[in-house]
């Protein structure tokens, strides 16, 4: 069963950076689709950035050229490093995963393994 614990969020204000990471385990393959989301009080979730297994990133229009998804399967981990934040990107942030060879990425929402969210909050 795959497990995903983030870390890295918190309160910053605009135009500053903060990094989250998602360390996941459970998983025998490295192959699949990692992602990062995030939901904004009163509003659906929505995708943010995701990486392939074979390193194919997709940006949200609103985070490209601010947004950075990686990954570090030595550690079993993946990032988000996120830069010139804005008071807009304040949101609770998933990280979440689909292992299955092949799969779409991104994949339909169902499809993913959840984290239990961090809180970014921005200031003005």
């Known amino acids: 069963q795959v497990k995903l614990v983030e870390s890295g969020g918190g309160s910053v204000q605009a135009g500053g950076s903060l990094r989250l990471s998602c360390e996941e385990s459970g998983y025998n393959f490295m192959s699949g689709c990692m992602g990062w989301f995030r939901q904004a009080p009163g509003k659906e979730r929505e995708g943010v950035a995701t990486?392939?297994?074979?390193?194919?990133?997709t940006y949200a229009e609103s985070v490209k050229g601010r947004f950075i998804i990686s990954e570090d399967y030595s550690k079993s981990s993946f990032y988000l490093q996120m830069n010139a934040l804005k008071t807009e990107d304040t949101a609770i942030y998933y990280c979440?995963?689909?292992?299955?060879?092949?799969?779409?990425?991104?994949?339909?929402?169902?499809?993913?393994?959840w984290g239990q969210g961090t809180q970014v909050t921005v200031s003005s």
């Open positions: 979440a995963s689909v292992r299955v060879y092949g799969t779409l990425c991104p994949s339909p929402l169902n499809a993913y393994s």
């Open positions: 990486i392939r297994g074979d390193g194919i990133r």
